[in-house]
């Protein structure tokens, strides 16, 4: 397989469509390379546009929504990061290409293990990746200049901005199926500012609260 020409391809017809121009973002799909974090069944499909199964309950994101996510929190080389939910340890390497300190957090010990061992093959050592659930946050490290839930929430998680510094980033997915938002929340004083950005549909995070429903 002519992996360099897959990944030209990936860029030209997934990512720029998907309104990913930044040119750092860009070139670092090239540096750090999606196949060597896919399961190696899977590993011819790791350019393709679609979902890879790592485990029963996770899954790899679209390259286009990785890509994009990583667009839109607008990393400068100076903030310290906590991403939820670490799966193959692929979206917590492109962050922490573009951060001070990423942590990662994922509750499945097997998966922070692979993660764990394809970060260091990749040669990444700002990413830490623990094991629990962090659905909530992860107020171990807190605040956190940017958050990144690589799962859906049902509503905004508000519980998470307690845990972002002033100024400070959220990435999330809300909503239910079949009408979810990808949005960034930033941190302001005393307000909270949301930018919506587009509609997708992820599964939601494991052991995410779900509000209160009307029952009639």
């Given at each position: ?35 060597d974090f896919v399961p190696a069944a899977r590993r011819e499909l790791a350019l393709v546009d679609m979902e890879i199964p790592l485990s029963a309950s ?159």
């Amino acid at each position: 397989m002519d992996w360099e020409q897959a990944r030209f391809n990936m860029v030209e017809q997934q990512i720029r469509p998907w309104d990913v121009l930044d040119l750092t973002v860009l070139g670092l799909l090239s540096v750090v390379k999606r196949e060597d974090f896919v399961p190696a069944a899977r590993r011819e499909l790791a350019l393709v546009d679609m979902e890879i199964p790592l485990s029963a309950s996770a899954r790899m994101w679209s390259p286009k929504l990785e890509a994009r996510a990583v667009q839109e929190v607008a990393l400068t080389g100076k903030e310290r990061v906590l991403e939820i939910g670490t799966g193959s340890g692929y979206l917590a390497a492109l962050l922490g290409k573009l951060s001070k300190q990423v942590y990662s957090v994922e509750i499945d010990p097997a998966l922070a293990e692979q993660a764990r061992a394809n970060l260091a093959a990749a040669g990444i050592q700002n990413v830490t990746v623990e094991v629990g659930d962090a659905v909530r946050g992860w107020s171990k490290h807190a605040p956190y200049d940017v958050i990144v839930a690589s799962g859906s929430y049902p509503s905004v998680p508000d519980f998470l901005f307690e845990q972002l510094a002033e100024g400070g980033r959220l990435f999330a997915i809300v909503g239910d199926e079949p009408a979810m938002t990808a949005s960034v929340f930033t941190k302001l004083a005393g307000s909270i500012k949301q930018e919506k950005l587009f509609e997708t549909v992820i599964a939601p995070l494991v052991n995410v609260p779900q509000p209160a429903r009307f029952a009639f």
